[in-house]
């Protein structure tokens, strides 16, 4: 049987203060809509504001790379890829080397974007209420929680 303390305890592990997951998911919610007025001038999501980070650092990726390197499945990237490339932002193509590999690279369209959206970081990380050294340390540990949980 249980005792008033043990249920306190067992209780006090459900609050929602004493999540580690939620305090991450409702930060995230409100950094993400410091940059939505951004993506709305520019006509895109978050999601695809992520994957033209990448492409516009890499110019060419494969779709199994650019979904490990954002941390998305294929049933969230694949109709992304297909949203941006019927926009013409981004075309598909088959490796070479390897017909079952799909790449993905910017297109002309695509890479001028990049020049709009060249004030989103330095804008929206002014919204942000944290000292550089907090930012680079809260930074580190994402990272290392996101290594961790591969």
Known sequence: MNTSKENDAASDKLRLENQLCFPLYAAA????????????????????????????????????????????????????????????????????????????????KGAQLREKAECIPSEVGGCIPLSLEEAMTLYTLLYKLLGGLQ
């Open 29 to 108: 919610r409100k950094v993400v809509s410091l940059y939505t007025p951004y993506f709305r001038e520019l006509g895109i999501t978050y999601t695809q504001y992520i994957v033209f980070l990448v492409l516009w650092e890499k110019k060419e990726i494969t779709v199994g790379e650019l979904g490990s390197k954002l941390y998305l499945d294929s049933g969230t990237l694949t109709p992304l890829i297909k949203k941006l490339e019927k926009e013409g932002y981004i075309e598909r193509s088959r490796s070479t080397d390897d017909e079952r590999v799909v790449l993905v690279s910017l297109t002309e």
